[in-house]
């Protein structure tokens, strides 16, 4: 069959909107419509250079739709379901999947790539074989796509909406809840209010975060943290430190969450200092993978027992987790529809990214 896509050629040029062969669904994968497609920074990242994966790819990895066809094998999900993708990968059996660490699944070896866990691919034209984007491919009317890569979830949910559930939300929120543990009482620090950072506002909220303080340049992020529940918002680190001293007697900050565009040393020099004793920095926004970005006095770490900890889908276990924060959002407990900025169409995917680095967008959303 042919589906319509959005497809980077290479790095530094735009998305280009091609008609694809797009091959039925093999054994243990599915064929799915997508609905709509998050427009995540880590797009972004191929078009600028700093994550290299194997070119030409569909872009595109926060999706949601139905399931038109299953193929041998499948028992996860039917014709008709509803599920939302997640952009890693889980098995259920290999040793991360089995130990409650879904977002470390082995399966999620083939994100760079973007073919189907057995190498292969199922997007092409003529001869020439294409990814998808942590083998998903969300710019794209329909995928084929592993099993392992979808979650059903409730069909009364609105799927334009679910879809930020598929990378953005539980990246953000598990940054906050799992990957930096926030307690009731704790003071927060959270650098970068995009997609990922107003989830990890929402995240430190619900856990009981006596001061969350924000920091980002751009003045519509930090209104609409301070809505989402921040307490504090600053343009530059040095003030928002200067507070969090204030707030916390000298003692520190307990939490620092970095989920700024792109990760650079002083803003993980800015996270180390403002955390007090027994404090953790987590990074969740990434960078260049060639580049050194952690440049800290390891003696203040030493001293005053301080960590240092990555954290990819929030430390999140998918299965579990896609559908636990949607029953929040449906319960009225988690925002997902004031997360949406913009809505365009698949045509527009270019002018979608070049909103969001001109800091006009939370999130944007194409809809199919
Ligand atoms: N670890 C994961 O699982 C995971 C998942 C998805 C995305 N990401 C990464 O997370 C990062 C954020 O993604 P997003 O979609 O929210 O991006 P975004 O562009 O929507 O948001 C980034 C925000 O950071 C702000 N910012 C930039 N530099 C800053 C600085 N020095 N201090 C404070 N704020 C600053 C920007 O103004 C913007 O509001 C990206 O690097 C993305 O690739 C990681
Ligand atoms: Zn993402
Ligand atoms: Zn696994």
New binding site residues.
């Given amino acids: 069959m042919k589906t319509k896509a959005a497809v980077l050629f290479e790095a530094h040029t735009p998305f280009e909107i091609i008609e694809l062969d797009l091959d039925g669904p093999g054994p243990g994968e599915v064929l799915i419509k997508y609905a709509a497609s998050g427009?995540?920074?880590?797009d972004?990242?191929l078009v600028d250079g700093a994550?290299v994966p194997r070119f030409p790819i569909v872009g595109g990895h926060e999706g949601s739709g139905i399931i038109e066809e299953v193929g041998p094998g499948v028992t996860k999900v039917k014709p008709g379901d509803h599920v939302v993708c997640s952009?890693?990968p889980n098995c259920g059996t290999c040793r991360y999947c089995s130990t409650g660490r879904q977002?470390l699944c082995d399966m999620g070896a083939r994100t760079p790539e973007g073919s189907m866990p057995d190498g292969s691919f199922r997007f092409h034209s003529g001869k020439e074989d294409f990814g998808g984007m942590c083998m998903l491919g969300t710019f794209s009317e329909r995928a084929t796509i592993s099993e392992h890569s979808v979650v059903k979830v409730d069909d009364w949910l609105p799927l334009e909406t679910a879809v930020l559930v598929g990378?953005?939300v539980p990246?953000?929120w598990g940054?906050a809840v799992y990957a930096g543990g926030v307690r009731a009482g704790d003071t927060v620090v959270i650098?970068?209010?995009?997609?990922?950072?107003?989830n990890a506002v929402q995240g430190a909220v619900s856990s009981g975060a006596k001061y969350v303080v924000v920091?980002?340049?751009?003045a519509m992020?930090r209104e609409a943290a301070l809505k989402f529940g921040a307490t504090h918002a600053f343009a530059?680190?040095a003030a928002a430190a200067e507070k969090v001293n204030e707030l916390t007697w000298g003692q520190g900050a307990d939490q620092a969450l970095i989920?700024?565009?792109?990760?650079?040393e002083?803003?993980v020099q800015n996270a180390t200092a403002v955390i007090g004793k027994g404090g953790t920095v987590v990074i969740?926004?990434?960078?260049d993978l060639t580049k050194l970005t952690v440049h800290v006095p390891s003696a203040d770490l030493t001293l005053n027992q301080k960590t240092i900890k990555?954290?990819?889908?929030?430390s999140a276990n998918p299965q579990y987790d896609i559908v636990r924060l949607l029953r929040l959002y449906d319960a009225g407990q988690l925002k997902l529809d004031e997360l949406i900025t913009t809505k365009y169409t698949l045509e527009q995917v270019n002018e979608g990214y070049q909103d969001?680095?001109d800091?006009k967008?939370?999130?944007g959303v194409i809809v199919y």
Avoid at 259 to 264: A, H, K, R, Y
Avoid at 310 to 314: Q, T
């Fill in positions: 427009l995540c920074h880590s972004l990242h994550l952009y890693v977002s990378c953005g990246s953000g940054t650098y970068g209010i995009g997609g990922l950072g107003i920091v980002d340049p751009v992020k530059d680190a989920l700024v565009g792109t990760v650079d002083e803003v969740t926004g990434l960078a990555g954290s990819l889908f929030g969001l680095r800091g967008n939370i999130r």
